[in-house]
């Protein structure tokens, strides 16, 4: 049997400026630019397998060791779209082997809760496009590939890319300018990092294609938010990742974060994403900024309850101390302090 394979692994992505609404449904085209960063390989993944020859039958999806439906128009388009990208290159070079006529296997493994506001899409679909890229030995650039897996999943084309990122939402109707684009690589400013609280591990109640429809459709909000707020807030956020101004790019996180929330409570019905705890979260963030009277951290929440904090690697300990104050008792704790220095810390 013949049979060609590719792995790859692909980062969770999480925006600080947020992609809410679409102006193309089937192209994920979106009604706002966004900006994201790429967490690191080692912290939340996808990693993705595909196999490829004449003999396999069909087309397959295994997730998370249960096999799923291929069938998504969604998941159809970024086949196709690679499959096009491949036939070029074989009618280009007649030797190559015709892998763009043969079916995919495709096995995918997360290492964290799969669609809970944690950005599971977005990771899946980068693997997937990123893997059989990779397969078919395709020369595009990534921000190429991005407009691909974009078709996946809209936030999907900023985890083609590491650090800073943004999509840039584009003009044309067919798409093809509707891209991710680094804006700086991680190493430009290491020393920010991600902690995720988990408030919930179960799946989300409105997926985020619905959600955005019924923002669209029914919020008021949303109009003033793509037209008199993003686009300022997407230059701004820009300038401060470049300047590596924290507390710039912290404040305009915190605030795009709410303004998002906000136009899903003023959907209709409207939609609630966050909780109690989530709530929660947000004031303990406000209370430990004026507690050191500095900005310490910066939430966001995507489409579920759990938290996404940044901040910058020499103020771990004063954020960590109160978080451990508060969920020392909750598994899942990886921090290079120990109880005692986290609490004599908050004693001083
Ligand atoms: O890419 P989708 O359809 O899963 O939508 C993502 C939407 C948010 O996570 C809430 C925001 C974003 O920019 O990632």
């Known amino acids: 049997m013949t049979l060609f394979v590719a792995s790859t692994t692909a980062p969770v992505n999480i925006a600080t400026l947020k992609y809410w609404g679409k102006r193309d449904k089937t192209l994920n085209l979106p009604t706002n630019s966004s900006i994201s960063v790429t967490l690191s390989q080692e912290d939340l993944r996808t990693l993705t397998s595909v196999c490829t020859g004449p003999e396999i039958t069909e087309d397959k999806l295994w997730l998370n060791g249960s096999e799923e439906s291929l069938k998504s128009e969604r998941t159809q388009n970024c086949l196709a779209d690679l499959r096009k990208l491949r036939m070029k290159l074989e009618d280009e070079d007649s030797n190559l082997p015709k892998m763009s006529k043969w079916n995919v296997v495709i096995v995918s493994e997360n290492n964290f809760p799969t669609a809970a506001g944690l950005a599971s899409s977005a990771?899946?679909?980068?693997a997937l496009v990123m893997a059989i890229a990779k397969l078919y030995e395709l020369p595009d650039s990534l921000s190429e590939i991005?407009?691909?897996?974009?078709?996946?999943?809209?936030?999907?084309?900023?985890?083609?890319?590491?650090?800073?990122?943004?999509?840039?939402?584009?003009?044309?109707?067919?798409?093809?300018?509707?891209?991710?684009?680094?804006?700086?690589?991680?190493?430009?400013?290491?020393?920010m990092k991600a902690a995720i609280l988990v408030v919930?591990?179960?799946?989300?109640?409105?997926?985020?294609?619905?959600?955005?429809?019924?923002?669209?459709?029914?919020?008021?909000?949303?109009?003033?938010?793509?037209?008199?707020?993003?686009p300022h807030r997407f230059v701004e956020m820009k300038q401060a990742v470049l300047e590596k101004d924290?507390?710039?790019?912290?404040?305009?996180?915190?605030?795009?974060?709410?303004?998002?929330?906000?136009?899903?409570?003023?959907?209709?019905?409207?939609?609630?994403?966050?909780?109690?705890?989530?709530?929660?979260?947000?004031?303990?963030?406000h209370f430990i900024n004026a507690f050191y009277n500095e900005t310490i951290v910066a939430y966001t929440f995507d489409a579920g309850p759990n938290a996404v904090l940044y901040y910058l690697?020499?103020?771990?300990?004063?954020?960590?101390?109160?978080?451990?104050?508060?969920?020392?008792?909750?598994?899942?704790?990886?921090s290079k302090f120990s109880k005692d220095e986290l609490t004599q810390f908050l004693s001083d």
Request: some cysteine.
């Open 246 to 285: 924290w507390p710039t790019f912290a404040e305009l996180t915190m605030k795009d974060s709410n303004s998002f929330h906000a136009t899903c409570l003023d959907s209709f019905p409207p939609i609630f994403y966050m909780n109690d705890v989530s709530k929660g979260i947000i004031k303990l963030c």
């Open 313 to 334: 690697e020499e103020n771990e300990s004063k954020l960590f101390a109160f978080i451990y104050e508060l969920f020392a008792e909750v598994p899942g704790w990886d």
């Open 200 to 230: 919930s591990a179960s799946k989300k109640d409105t997926p985020s294609t619905s959600g955005m429809q019924l923002t669209v459709g029914t919020s008021d909000l949303f109009q003033h938010r793509i037209k008199d707020v993003v």
């Open 123 to 126: 990771a899946g679909f980068a």
């Open 146 to 191: 991005s407009k691909i897996a974009r078709k996946g999943s809209g936030s999907a084309c900023r985890s083609l890319l590491g650090g800073y990122v943004a999509w840039e939402m584009g003009e044309k109707a067919d798409g093809s300018d509707s891209k991710a684009v680094q804006i700086a690589p991680m190493e430009h400013w290491p020393n």
